[in-house]
């Protein structure tokens, strides 16, 4: 478990607190890291900012909308090749009883 | 002889330098690599949030051997002189790096705003791939349709 451990780590981060006008912001990431006896990968990508003002926090999520856009275009083509590959196997399965 | 051995063996590449190479490849995941030292300019202060990929591959291999002299055993050769001695090692690597900006950190008078920043060419080539895997997947189940 541990040499798994070892291997796969998913880390959140906090960065140095940046202050001005009165504001304290801190930037949060999360970062994936896959280390191997060959060679290793490293994703890291920013999840938000925390925002003091007035002794209150706030969190600020940072969306990644490239992304999110990317996965919803794949998804959405997946979804329509399979809808069409079942309408297809519908409509021959309606050819061969002779409907 | 032995300090021949020696000398060999620390010509071939060891464990050492790779786990140096994934040291440096972990200080990524650092939250200093995603984001950029913020830039002032009037009264706003403005930073980017970046994703960064890293990734590395590397190999490496050694060996080295000693001539054995007619009716030499193995064992016989680190205390027997014998003819000579050879070896080689060698490695090779490669790695590649990646990084996007995500969104741009604005904090002015008005407060913190934070804006996302869209690539479009990113998203044209999603649609465009999915859109000729699409035509490619229909056009094959087409065809298996027809032979039915």
């Given at each position: 478990m541990n040499k798994m451990n070892d291997m796969l780590q998913i880390k959140s981060v906090r960065g140095n607190r940046i202050e001005t006008q009165g504001v304290m912001v801190t930037p949060l990431s999360k970062a994936i890291v896959v280390n191997l006896p060959i060679g290793g990968f490293v994703w890291n990508r920013p999840v938000g900012i925390e925002v003091e003002k007035d002794q209150q926090i706030k969190r600020i999520p940072i969306i990644d909308v490239t992304l999110i856009a990317q996965l919803g275009i794949i998804a959405f083509g997946m979804f329509l090749t399979i809808a069409f590959w079942l309408i297809g196997r519908k409509k021959l399965g309606n050819i061969k009883k002779g409907v | 002889m032995t300090e021949g051995i020696k000398l060999i063996s620390e010509s071939i590449p060891s464990q050492d330098k790779a786990n140096e190479l994934m040291e440096q490849l972990i200080a990524?995941?650092?939250?200093k690599s995603v984001y950029s030292d913020p830039v002032e300019s009037g009264e706003y202060m403005v930073l980017t949030a970046s994703e960064v990929r890293v990734g590395i591959g590397f190999g490496f291999g050694g060996g080295a051997g000693l001539e054995a002299n007619e009716g030499q055993t193995d064992q016989d050769q680190e205390s027997l002189p014998s003819g000579g001695y050879g070896g080689g090692g060698g490695g090779g690597g490669g790695g590649v790096a990646l990084g996007r900006p995500v969104a741009a950190i604005e904090i002015g008078p008005q407060g913190v705003r934070v804006e996302p920043i869209v690539d479009p060419t990113k998203i044209a080539i999603a649609f465009f791939t999915t859109l000729v895997s699409m035509f490619a997947m229909m056009s094959r189940m087409k065809r298996g349709m027809r032979r039915m």
């Open positions: - | 990524v995941a650092d939250t």
